[in-house]
């Protein structure tokens, strides 16, 4: 099957201007080879692997209230689990953008454009649903 | 409550080097401040959107066959959809990050140093789980 | 605040009829009034928790093929600990249904009338999609 | 592929002290065979459905703060809501049980054991931790 790569074939030794996703990117595609994961890596589970690392992510904060979240995610222990699971709904999420061949960044980019049109800042200030009535406002 | 901020204050008109990331993340926060939504955006409830977004994502990929889901990725609706959903849990993952005070990409390169001693490539190779038995590899 | 139950007090010694769903709630009941948890259980809390024992569940089928699930989950270690996670997602479930005053046997009955009419038989044998085009059918 | 199903062959009228989980069972038994749908409810699809379900009983309380969740579950029209995706995690569980041969209520029941070893109760009230310092209490 051939895969529509929009990421150049990366140079090793990236150049002080190297965007620093790509970089990673090119790291995490050696990983992934060298322990000959691609034949798990189909879109399918990778949107697994997303969900169930988002899963984690989420029991982190399971029984803690809102008010307290911020100075809970302080805790060194605590951030440390947070960072390890921040990093691995990315890698997930990466993989998949690198197998279905989209730029993560663009692709955040282009929701970001729509959700401008979605909630326009004068309807949309100080609540965080569409103004149409839709719940499901994204950030 | 002071957040840690690892971002320096981003300069409206970016340099040719600058990372794109972290010009989207300068326009994400612009975003969310011109609605006062900062008030919503407290880590708990981010790592709830990040989670129901990997949901939609999931959804799309629910009746598919993995055999199937690279090709199924690539037809223009679905693929459409499917970049759609992963800006909406890019989105939510970097805003968690900015709130937390985390570089993404630095916890993703964190997570992959990490994985690269747990999952030794003469012990992993074509096996998707930690020598040790673990059963929930990530990538 | 005033919570609305639906179910009934339940007498502690169960007669030969009474539905095994009940009786079990009228123990979950018990461990969590014992344990002085409900503080933590608000349904929001809940939501989380069903989620995030969701993803445990989807981390088990993670790198299983759609085709050789089956035979995946009749493995014994497989088994206890698919058992174990639906044992946690049933569970977080029937606390949001109590906290909320809904049952879950009257619920599940609703959206399956529900579906009868958005699926007809007819339009839906063999495919996995509402007629209209949606993508998100529910079972 | 030979399934272990539990549940004998449900009698079409059911008797008045018939288990109201196994007379729902049947009718969604008979509702998923008229469609043919089988065919697309391999475990792995089916733990994928309940965690996309779940995903979107959360993004019903994303924005909600903890301590108005209980109010907003009231709201007539959040209720209908919240009926409609408890009864889709419900619906998407009890096909997965049915599927690997586990009865839910048993699962839960044994669960609900293991909990009660792992969170006794003078070392457990008031703290939704595991006491050896575990961060992922289950209830």
Avoid at 63 to 73: F, G, I, P
Avoid at 91 to 107: M, P, S, T
Wanted: charged share 30%.
């Amino acid at each position: 099957m051939a895969l529509r790569h929009h990421f150049p074939a990366m140079n090793p030794m990236p150049d002080a201007c190297a965007d620093r996703l790509e970089v990673l990117l090119a790291e995490l595609r050696r990983f992934v080879r060298e322990r000959d994961w691609e034949q798990f890596h189909d879109p399918k589970n990778l949107a697994m692997a997303i969900a169930s690392e988002a899963g984690e992510l989420l029991a982190e904060y399971r029984w803690v209230e809102n008010r307290a979240s911020d100075l809970y995610s302080e805790a060194d222990d605590h951030r440390n689990r947070i960072a390890a699971e921040i990093g691995d709904v990315g890698i997930a999420l990466l993989l998949l953008c690198d197998r279905v061949g989209l730029d993560l960044v663009e692709a955040m980019r282009a929701k970001l454009a729509a959700n401008a049109v979605k909630y326009p800042v004068d309807k949309s200030r100080g609540k965080p649903e569409a103004p149409g009535g839709g719940t499901k406002a994204t950030l």
